[in-house]
């Protein structure tokens, strides 16, 4: 609040000085306003400096590489595919035809709710956070089959579009997922 007061009081000085004025009016209160600014933040940048963790990191349950995820870069469903690069592409003629990217968010807790990430692209693996702690889901579009281990493997089950509140309760066990594929579109 007491910056935003520094800032609306220097716009003032500004929009309403004389052009006339000479510099060294408007540099003294400019000064004497950049020096308590740096004082006033000065032990916050000290304080990151010595606690990196104070940074922005990004969140564990995001399906990130960062977090461990493997994401399959040989997806492809229909006309969709997984592209690393749109640099070199040929050309492709519009379709008339809609084409929905398949969806899905998945849950950590049954009942949609604790942590959750939203995706359309198909994983190896979901990371070490989501690696058997999906509990429930919501598939937006797309028919997905979800594998009891990373890479496609193990037993499978496969979901088409529908809120599922307690995921694989009646088809199979709970928080066991690894790895997950779009293999439809809806």
Not at 157 to 176: A, C, H, M, Q
Request: net charge negative; with cysteine.
């Amino acid at each position: 609040m007491l910056m935003l007061m520094l800032m609306l009081m220097l716009m003032f000085m500004l929009m309403f000085m004389p052009y006339s004025c000479s510099a060294s009016l408007l540099l003294g209160p400019c000064s004497l306003l950049l020096t308590f600014c740096s004082l006033l933040f000065a032990p916050c940048f000290a304080e990151i400096k010595k606690n990196p963790s104070l940074m922005k990191r990004l969140p564990k349950n995001e399906l990130s590489p960062n977090n461990g995820c493997v994401i399959d870069t040989k997806w492809k469903l229909g006309p969709l595919g997984y592209h690393p690069s749109a640099a070199g592409k040929v050309e492709v003629e519009p379709s008339t035809e809609i084409i929905r990217l398949p969806e899905l968010v998945i849950y950590d807790h049954i009942g949609f709710s604790g942590a959750y990430a939203r995706t359309n692209l198909s994983f190896y693996y979901i990371g070490d956070f989501w690696n058997d702690r999906i509990s429930c889901l919501i598939v937006v579009s797309g028919i997905w089959r979800f594998y009891r281990d990373e890479y496609y493997k193990g037993p499978s089950w496969d979901l088409g579009p529908g809120y599922y509140e307690s995921f694989f309760t009646e088809k199979g066990p709970d928080d066991v997922v690894s790895s997950f594929q779009a293999i439809a579109l809806t």
